[in-house]
Structure formats: structure tokens, C-alpha cells
Nanobody, 118 residues
Framework: QVQLVESGGGLVQSGGSLRLSCRAS????????MSWYRQAPGKERELVAS????????NYAEFVKGRFTISRDNAKNTVYLQMNSLKPEDTAVYCC???????????WGQGTQVTVSS
């Protein structure tokens, strides 16, 4: 059974930091590109960051460049999102997504709430 379980969300003050984790099971994690998305109330879901299967390549949305860092540990089947200098506009539900570059098969986690107070 495929599972993506996010953790690490919470309430933080503006300027603070959080580290999100997404633990995967039920598929070959090391073969999948992993991404973090977010969706704020009343807004469309948007891509935050992605990382290639071996971790050699990363991409970031402009609005998080220099503040967020995506990383992965294939031995632990986990992808991380380190979020620094958080702003109230970063408030959203953050979800991880796994995509197979070979088959385009994809899986989503349920998400974790991040709330940044001003």
C-alpha cells in the first residue's frame, strides 16, 4: 500500500522556521522525483520545490528561493522541506508528491498545515 505521510507543520511566527518531512512507503522511493506543493485557502495549489530521484537536481518556485531548501534521504524514504524566514503568505497546507519519471505514475500525501502569524 502506497503511503506518503507528511509531518512537521504547525504554527510559527513570521521570520521563524519549520522543517517538514514526508515519509514514503509502498513504492521504490529512490526512483521517484519528489515535490512539495502548497494550497492556501481560496487559492490554487502551487508547486513549491522539487528534487530529482538521486537528489542531484532541485528546483524552486521564485517565491521561496533563498528561504526554502528541499532535500531527501533515500535510505530513510523521506523528503524534507526546510523553511526559513517564513512569512504570513506562506500559510497553507503543504503536501508532498511522488512522480515516476519513467511511467508518470504519481502519488500524493494528505498534507500538513503550516500557519505563519504576523
Amino acid at each position: 500500500q502506497v503511503q506518503l505521510v507528511e509531518s512537521g507543520g504547525g504554527l510559527v511566527q513570521s521570520g521563524g522556521s519549520l522543517r517538514l518531512s514526508c515519509r514514503a512507503s509502498g513504492f521504490t522511493f529512490s526512483s521517484y522525483t519528489m515535490s512539495w506543493y502548497r494550497q492556501a485557502p481560496g487559492k490554487e495549489r502551487e508547486l513549491v520545490a522539487s528534487i530529482s530521484s538521486a537528489g542531484a537536481s532541485t528546483n524552486y518556485a521564485e517565491f521561496v528561493k533563498g528561504r526554502f531548501t528541499i532535500s531527501r534521504d533515500n535510505a530513510k524514504n523521506t523528503v524534507y522541506l526546510q523553511m526559513n524566514s517564513l512569512k504570513p503568505e506562506d500559510t497553507a497546507v503543504y503536501c508532498c508528491k511522488a512522480v515516476s519519471p519513467a511511467t508518470r505514475r504519481n502519488y500524493w500525501g494528505q498534507g500538513t498545515q503550516v500557519t505563519v502569524s504576523s
